[in-house]
């Protein structure tokens, strides 16, 4: 007997229809003589249309109000789901993150989980029952719920597997693998056998939506080896582990993410420690900084720019206003701007992947802004507009398959 966790997101479960079909995969997997966590994600856009009717009440609203909010969208999940395996004769029982011992810390909207108290779990698989999870979300010291952010479910199934030394851990999804770009934007795109957790991180924090980056991070940290499968169609997925026997790609996928805002202050006084007064306040804040780009001083001044994050681009913003050195530097915002990422732990060792990037950018009149790279992944930041022709020119340049 073995025990699977296997979770479902929102276009998965998003009518009553797929719920159905949900009870089905995992029913039959209990049916094998299997253990079986289920971990669900709110249904469809559940999520994003909360997120528009607190809009419509107060646009800046406290993130603990919005962690309130946005769980209610697991709960009604959860509960469908267990709803649809009683309906098809099997035992089990639906349980709210902190049920089934989500602790975290109190970083509402983006929550890390400090421990799960896995007592309950345990319990209701020992009485056989099916347990159906909530997913993205968890519960502070301070007894309040919090989230884990967008795409936070993931996280909330590898961390169960994790802690239970589950078998297996399957993310099914709305399509049955990772791909070497994303296959609804890019027609050529491959599907992957295997990817290694450093490849497969990038590719999540570089835009790949189909796994969640904290998911990756927690499967690499507790040796989870993670399939990505579809829900809909029956065929082995991609699995995500420690190594591949692949033939050595040279790159293993093309991202783009067009959430991320550029932020430029243009002026500075050039004395030593602005830019370290600079990034350790936004991480003091939690404001992740991505592509840092400081232009050579002149005149006594100089410019840095930085991409962070949009939703935390308003936040970024106010903290470079209260530099006390900030003086008459002009901070700019701009949200027209994408990423681009190749990613590849074979590029390491092959000089030509940033040319044959740019040239493919350069065929396809893209202008690049900002450059950023490391051993296994090179970004460049464009004009949004051009997002979706970057990724397939790029793809393309990589990946010529006809
Ligand atoms: P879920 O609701 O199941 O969590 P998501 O919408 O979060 O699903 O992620 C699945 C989506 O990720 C796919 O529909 C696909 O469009 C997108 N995606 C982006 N990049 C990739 C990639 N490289 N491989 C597979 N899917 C990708
Ligand atoms: N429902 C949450 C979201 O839309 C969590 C998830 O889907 O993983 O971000
Ligand atoms: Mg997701």
């Not at 079986?36 to 009440?57: C, M, P, R």
Request: aromatic share 4%; hydrophobic share 45%; with cysteine.
């Amino acid at each position: 007997m073995s025990l699977i966790v296997q979770k479902f997101g929102g276009s998965s479960v998003a009518n009553a229809e797929r719920v159905m079909n949900v009870a089905k995969i995992v029913t039959d997997t209990y049916k094998q003589g299997n253990s079986v966590v289920v971990v669900v994600s709110a249904q469809g856009d559940t999520t994003d249309d909360l997120i528009e009717k607190a809009k419509e009440i107060n646009t800046n609203p406290s993130k603990r109000e919005m962690d309130m909010l946005l769980t209610s969208g697991e709960q009604i999940s959860i509960a469908l789901l267990a709803m649809a395996i009683e309906k098809l004769g099997y035992p089990v029982i639906s349980l709210l993150g902190w049920q089934a011992g989500f602790l975290t810390n109190s970083v509402y909207s983006s929550a890390r989980i400090k421990k799960i108290d896995s007592a309950r779990l345990k319990t209701e698989i020992d009485n056989k029952k099916i347990v159906v999870v909530a997913g993205f979300q968890g519960l502070n010291s301070a007894e309040d719920m919090t989230t884990l952010g967008r795409g936070g479910s993931d996280t909330s199934a590898v961390a169960i597997a994790a802690a239970l030394h589950a078998d297996k851990c399957q993310i099914y999804t709305d399509v049955d693998g990772v791909y070497t770009a994303d296959p609804r934007k890019v027609k050529n795109a491959v599907r992957l056998k295997e990817i290694t957790y450093d490849e497969m991180l990038e590719l999540a924090t570089l835009g790949a939506q189909v796994l969640n980056n904290r998911s990756v991070e927690m499967a690499k940290k507790y040796n989870v080896e993670v399939e990505v499968i579809s829900s809909l169609n029956p065929i082995p997925g991609t699995i995500v582990k420690e190594s591949t026997k692949m033939e050595k790609m040279l790159i293993r996928g093309v991202t783009k993410d067009t959430d991320t805002s550029r932020i430029s202050i243009v002026g500075l006084t050039d004395v030593p420690g602005v830019a370290f007064k600079i990034f350790s306040l936004l991480a003091a804040k939690n404001i992740n900084v991505d592509i840092i780009l400081q232009s050579v001083g002149r005149d006594n001044t100089k410019d840095i720019a930085f991409t962070v994050g949009t939703k935390d681009a308003d936040e970024a913003v106010k903290a470079c206003e209260s530099l006390p050195f900030i003086g008459d530097a002009k901070i700019v915002r701009d949200d027209s701007v994408a990423k681009i990422s190749v990613v590849g732990a074979g590029m390491e060792t092959h000089p030509g992947t940033a040319s044959t990037m740019f040239e493919a950018l350069f065929n396809a009149d893209i202008n690049i802004q900002m450059i950023s790279t490391s051993e296994i992944k090179i970004s460049v930041l464009i004009d949004k507009k051009d997002a979706d022709r970057a990724v397939s020119a790029v793809h393309e340049a990589f990946f010529n398959v006809d």
